[in-house]
Nanobody, 115 residues
Framework: QVQLVESGGGLVQPGGSLRLSCTTS????????MGWYRQAPGKQRELVAR???????NYADSVKGRFTISRDNAKNTAYLQMNTLKPEDTAVYFC?????????WGRGTQVTVSS
């Protein structure tokens, strides 16, 4: 059974930092591209950052220079380091694993940026 479990969300003040984790099981983690997506109330889900099995990364323009995606293949875990958080980063953040049509999602973790 494939599982993706996000953790690390919460309430943070503007300018603060959070580190999200996505722990996986049931997949050959190292060959999957891992992505972080987010969905704010009333908006469509959008890609935040993605990392390939080979370590290549891409980011949404809105988070470039502030967020960093990484992965630890030994721990079957992907991370999203989020710095200089803004109120507009408030959303539910979802983890995604993708490889050749195999597409899996976590249930999401809430990130709220507010003073």
């Amino acid at each position: 059974q494939v599982q993706l479990v996000e953790s690390g969300g919460g309430l943070v003040q503007p300018g603060g930092s959070l580190r999200l984790s996505c722990t996986t099981s049931g997949i050959a983690f190292s060959i999957y591209a891992m992505g972080w997506y987010r969905q704010a109330p009333g908006k469509q889900r959008e890609l935040v950052a993605r990392i390939t099995g080979g370590g290549g990364t891409n980011y949404a323009d809105s988070v470039k220079g502030r967020f960093t995606i990484s992965r630890d293949n030994a721990k079957n875990t992907a991370y999203l380091q989020m710095n200089t958080l803004k109120p507009e980063d408030t959303a539910v953040y979802f983890c995604n694993a993708y490889h050749l049509g195999y597409d899996y999602w976590g249930r999401g973790t809430q990130v709220t940026v507010s003073s």
